[in-house]
């Protein structure tokens, strides 16, 4: 059998074959089939509820409590999901939202907050602009069933 033309990436398994292409982060590096989750979250407690969580899913889980924690996770670690909350001190979820949709990353959002839900509605803008994947929002308190419904989606 003559091997397909792979074309730029060499690192893709044809179609044919039934595979997807092999995860890389921005350094080409393979990384392993195993779901990531990065939670990005200055409240431990809930940060540690969604980690719990996750669990039943099979989730490989990092957890930063602020942003520039989660930048300096990103790359490395590369995400299949994240879960953002928007009011933080310091950078707050909708600046580092911004800034994430700017960047070369696949992972899809979920997006929580305590306070307001105008900030929610915000990022949900910014993040369609921006050609973000928002799956879902969710309001603190937030009820286990929603979240893993959130987690499972």
């Avoid at 179609?15 to 092999?22: C, I, K, N, S, T």
């Avoid at 392993?32 to 979250?41: G, S």
């Avoid at 979920?110 to 799956?135: D, F």
Wanted: with cysteine; aromatic share 8%.
């Amino acid at each position: 059998m003559i091997a397909p033309n792979l074309g730029q990436n060499r690192n893709a398994v044809p179609a044919q074959f039934g595979l997807r292409d092999v995860p890389l982060n921005r350094a080409g590096t393979r990384r392993d089939m195993t779901k990531r989750l990065l939670i990005v979250d200055d409240e431990v407690d809930f940060a540690n509820f969604v980690s719990s969580a996750s669990a039943t899913f099979g989730y490989d889980v990092k957890v930063c409590h602020d942003c520039a924690s989660a930048r300096d996770t990103l790359d490395e670690f590369m995400p299949d999901l994240m879960v953002l909350d928007i009011v933080m001190p310091g950078e707050d979820g909708i600046e580092f939202l911004n800034w994430f949709s700017s960047q070369s990353f696949e992972a899809k959002v979920i997006l929580v907050t305590g306070y307001n839900p105008h900030y929610m509605e915000m990022a949900q803008k910014l993040s369609a602009l921006s050609g973000t994947k928002v799956i879902t929002t969710l309001q603190k308190p937030v009820h286990l069933q929603d979240l893993r419904n959130a987690l499972s989606a």
